[in-house]
Structure formats: C-alpha cells, structure tokens
C-alpha cells in the first residue's frame, strides 16, 4: 500500500465538488499521491463550461442558497474550483474520467476538459488505484 | 542557495498548504522557503506536512494574527 488517497467524485453538486479537490489538493500537499475518479453527475463538471455548474447538496433554494455561499467564499478568499483544479494537475495528481458514465450521458471525448484528465477508465481503473491507496473516498 | 518568499496572507484552507507544497517542489536543495500567512490551522498543519515530506522547519515567529515559518530545503 502506497501513501495515496484515491476518490471517487461521483457528485456534481458545487459543495461535495470543493470538499474532494480540497482533501486532493490537501493530500498531494502533505506528500501523498492523488487520484480523483470523475463518474456520473461529477464527471458532468468536467464537461466544457460546466465546472462551476454544479448546486448547492443542501439548501440551494432555486439558486439564490448557492448564490449566498458563494458570496460567503468569496469574502473569506475560498479558491475558486479551477485553481484547485490546476493546483491539483501542479502537484502530480492523476484524474480519470469513467467511460461508462460518458456512453450513459452521451458525453464524447471532444465536450471533456482534455487539459485535466489523464486517463478514460472503467471500475478496475478504479480497483487499481484504490488498492493501492491508504485513503478512498466516495464523495 | 536561494530564499524564495510565499505570502498567503489572507487566504484559507487549502492554499496556505498547497501554496507551500507548489514552492518547495520549485526549490534547489540549500534554497528556503518561507511562508508568511494568517491562517491559524496552516500553522500548525505546514509542520506536519514538513514531517511527512522530511523537510527541515528551521523556524516559527508570530506576530500578533501572522505567522512566518522557514523551511531549509
């Protein structure tokens, strides 16, 4: 077992979004190495113009709940989801893209953000990199 | 033998650490790095991070909400 966090981005909610890139990020600071899994609503944030699409898990009140957090995070300096995205590919972190979830929604290869991911899998593109990770996460 | 400065005053979780982490992967062996910043968990964690990589922490001043620490790399 190596000193690797592996998670599993299965959510495209806004929150949930911030919590694996946080913890990503985080990992591949203290030294770890760092998978993330982008499959069903999570690989939606993937596509094209859609990052910072996502709702709020709880409270999003038709938009205006997300609207008021994201003035919160604004005003406490929270990174935006792109530069943790960027600080993540930075520190050597690897995303995958599930396949599956692209042929389910119609999403091609062309509509992905190709910048960020490094590989397209299926479930033992997972196991593989879950096996050998001290931390995975469902998120 | 150089000494590269990090300010992340102001900034929250996680870009204090991440910040840290981006400028010693940038640093020569000899160089320091020193990270000035206000994020009251940031000082505790960048130690334990420092640990993790087996970095030297040469030193951690406070003045009043800001902290500065120095890392040999």
Redesign the interface.
């Known amino acids: 077992m190596t000193d690797k966090a592996t998670i599993v981005v299965h959510s495209g909610d806004m929150d949930k979004l911030y919590s694996a890139l946080i913890i990503a990020t985080g990992a591949l600071s203290m030294g770890m190495d760092a998978s993330l899994y982008f499959t069903f609503w999570g690989l939606e944030r993937l596509v094209k113009g859609k990052l910072e699409g996502g709702r709020l898990s709880r409270m999003h009140l038709f938009g205006i709940g997300k609207w008021m957090v994201r003035r919160r995070m604004q005003a406490a300096r929270v990174a935006s989801l792109e530069k943790l995205l960027q600080d993540f590919k930075e520190l050597g972190g690897k995303i995958i893209a599930c396949e599956m979830t692209m042929q389910i929604m119609g999403i091609k290869k062309d509509d992905l953000r190709a910048d960020l991911i490094d590989e397209y899998g299926a479930v033992g593109t997972y196991v593989q990199e879950a096996r050998e990770s001290s931390i995975t996460l469902f998120i | 033998m150089a000494d590269i400065k990090v300010d992340v005053r102001?900034?929250?979780?996680?870009?204090p650490?991440?910040e840290?982490?981006?400028a010693l992967?940038k640093a020569s062996p000899g160089d320091t790095v020193e990270i000035v910043g206000t994020h009251p968990a940031s000082k505790k964690e960048i130690p334990?991070?420092l640990k993790?990589?087996g970095l030297k922490l040469k030193d951690i001043e406070e003045d009043g909400d800001v902290w500065r620490i120095k890392i040999g790399v």
């Open positions: 102001g900034e929250t979780c996680p870009v650490l991440v840290t982490r981006k992967r334990m991070a993790a990589l």
